[in-house]
């Protein structure tokens, strides 16, 4: 489905979409069965990032770096206050009301937008990450930075005040140094140095994908205007992000929020991470496949996939109803457990495996209410995430629009 708007005050441009949607209630045809592509569990080292000061100097830059730059020189924020190249749009006088690049990377599609300093999406556009088994590291990249100059080509090519980047994990945070485990030609990829030297002058911020989505419900969605909150991203993993006080946690390692790895059954099946049990490991899209086709559903039909299980569910078939009553299940025990540690206000949980509705949520709902039961965890209050497919790059974007609450300056 091709979105319009991300919330009442916002409106899309142009949204081109390259990469095929999804078909059923938010679900695609790929073996993760999810539109909104979780990460996958694995955490980041912590580094200071010296190259992204976060000082008032930095700039709107040039929105086209100069062609004859190598993608590996300079630093994140080299440019001298006339630097970039002549042919972009040049500087704006009020440099806080400069849009944002900002860019969403999964193992399927790259979304890229260009984001208001309001938040609302003026352009976006989205590429398949891939485009065959033999593309590598460069191709990827270059597939990247050529969505992004498109869409800032769409907008005319107005000056930036940044590039914020939603990407799947582990990676080195905050230096940006990438290798998701759903794109495996990126392994210790320098996404921020690239982005850099493209895009000179301006701070470029990377972070978890899931971060990024939690990022845009807590800044424009189900959690404005709340303090203490847990986003969830419920699809191909299970990934999260921790909003307390106001601002993200990102913890040593930037991988705070992580509740995918909370365990939820000590003697469940074993997890990517290399542990048992875990929220990810049973709740995760392909985990309800596996665990389903275990049960006897369609196990003389390899291609079913996670989209197939939700319409035999909604169609009321008992196995996949109860998959998705066993994820919701393990989802309420692991946000009994943050509830518990993190003293929280509101938990917002979206992704692909989420669009079942009371599928997941009746029962999630049930076990929540049935393991937090401590007074002050009683009232936590469980929304569905409202944003649309534009949410990973508006929470990108926030990494810069709102760094005085999204980013850790390093």
């Not at 630097?83 to 399927?108: C, N, Q, Y």
């Not at 984001?115 to 352009?123: F, I, K, M, P, Y």
Request: glycine letters at 14%; a negative charge.
């Amino acid at each position: 489905m091709e979105a319009v708007s991300i919330n009442e005050h916002s409106v899309v441009l142009l949204t081109r979409v390259v990469a095929a949607p999804g078909k059923i209630a938010g679900m695609t045809d790929d073996t993760s069965g999810v539109t909104s592509e979780g990460t996958s569990g694995q955490g980041a080292t912590h580094r200071p990032d010296q190259n992204d000061p976060g000082s008032p100097t930095e700039r709107p830059a040039d929105s086209r770096g100069p062609d004859s730059r190598s993608p590996d020189s300079g630093s994140p924020d080299s440019g001298s206050p006339d630097s970039g190249s002549s042919t972009g749009a040049g500087r704006m006088r009020d440099e806080s009301a400069a849009p944002v690049l900002a860019v969403d990377i999964g193992g399927t599609k790259i979304a890229a937008g260009l984001v208001s300093a309001q938040g609302d999406v003026l352009v976006s556009d989205r590429a398949p990450t891939t485009l065959g088994p033999d593309d590598g590291d460069l191709a990827i990249w270059e597939r990247l930075h050529t969505l992004c100059e498109s869409v800032l080509d769409a907008a005319g090519r107005p000056a930036i005040q940044g590039v914020g980047v939603g990407c799947g994990g582990p990676m080195r945070w905050p230096a940006g140094v990438v290798s998701p485990v759903n794109l495996l030609p990126w392994r210790d990829f320098p996404l921020r140095d690239r982005l850099s030297a493209a895009y000179p002058g301006v701070p470029v911020r990377v972070h978890n994908d899931a971060v990024a989505v939690v990022v845009a419900e807590h800044w424009r969605g189900a959690g404005r205007g709340v303090a203490n909150m847990l986003g969830m991203v419920v699809s191909t993993g299970v990934g999260g992000g921790l909003v307390l006080g106001g601002r993200l946690i990102d913890g040593r390692s930037g991988n705070a929020g992580h509740v995918g790895h909370i365990v939820a059954d000590p003697t469940g099946p074993e997890c990517g991470c290399g542990g048992r049990g875990c929220v990810e490991a049973i709740a995760r899209g392909p985990a309800l496949v596996t665990w389903a086709r275990q049960q006897g559903w369609r196990q003389d039909d390899e291609a079913a996939t996670a989209k197939h299980l939700a319409d035999d569910a909604l169609a009321g078939d008992k196995i996949a109803r109860k998959a998705f009553e066993r994820a919701g299940h393990a989802v309420g025990i692991g946000i009994a457990s943050a509830v518990a540690l993190c003293d929280l206000e509101l938990v917002v949980v979206g992704g692909g495996v989420s669009q079942v509705g009371g599928l997941l949520f009746e029962p999630l709902e049930q076990s929540l209410r049935t393991y937090a039961r401590i007074e002050f965890a009683r009232d936590v209050v469980v929304r569905r995430a409202s944003l649309d497919q534009n949410a990973g790059i508006v929470g990108a974007a926030a990494f810069v629009l709102a760094g005085d609450q999204y980013w850790t300056p390093g």
